[in-house]
C-alpha cells in the first residue's frame, strides 16, 4: 500500500472514531457528516493506491462503483453505503428540520466501520 493510500485510511479511521463521540454526544446530524466522510476517505484510499483522484464527490463514488463494484472486488452493499451515506450527508448538511435518530446515525456508523475494514483489508492485502 502506498503512503497517500494509508494515510486515507488513517483520515478514514480517524472519522470513524468522531462518528463515534458524537452518536455518545447525541449529536446524531453531525455523526452522519462524519460518517459519510469516513466512507468516502476510504474510498478515496482506493484511487490513491492506484494514483488517481477526482474534485467530485460524484466521481468518486461513481469510479468506486465502476472499478470496484462491478468488478465484483467488493458486495454490492458497498455501493449501498457510500450512496446512501451521500444522500443522507447532504440532506443533514443542507436540509432544514432533518431529524436524525440515534438508530439512523448508529445505522451510518456501523457502515462506514465496515467499509473502512473492507478497504483496509482490500489494500493490505495488495502487493507493495
Same mark, same amino acid.
Given at each position: ?25 447525541? /449529536?446524531? !446530524? ?5 460518517? $459519510? ?6 474510498? %478515496? #484510499?482506493?484511487?490513491? &493506491? ?34 446512501? /451515506?451521500? !444522500? ?5 448538511? $443542507? ?6 435518530? %440515534? #438508530?439512523?446515525?448508529? &445505522? ?21
Amino acid at each position: 500500500m502506498n503512503e497517500y493510500a494509508k494515510y486515507r485510511l488513517e483520515l478514514a479511521a480517524e472519522r470513524v472514531s468522531a462518528t463515534k463521540a458524537m452518536i455518545d454526544m447525541g /449529536a446524531y !446530524r453531525d455523526s452522519i457528516n462524519r460518517s $459519510y466522510y469516513a466512507i468516502f476517505t476510504a474510498a %478515496r #484510499a482506493l484511487l490513491a &493506491e492506484r494514483n488517481i483522484d477526482f474534485k467530485k464527490h460524484s466521481a468518486v463514488i461513481g469510479y468506486f462503483r465502476r472499478e470496484y463494484i462491478k468488478t465484483n472486488v467488493f458486495d454490492k452493499k458497498f455501493s449501498d453505503y457510500i450512496g446512501e /451515506a451521500f !444522500r443522507f450527508r447532504n440532506d443533514c448538511d $443542507y436540509g432544514d428540520f432533518v431529524i436524525v435518530s %440515534r #438508530a439512523e446515525a448508529e &445505522e451510518q456508523y456501523q457502515h462506514a466501520v465496515k467499509f473502512v475494514e473492507t478497504v483496509k483489508e482490500y489494500l493490505s492485502g495488495q502487493a507493495e
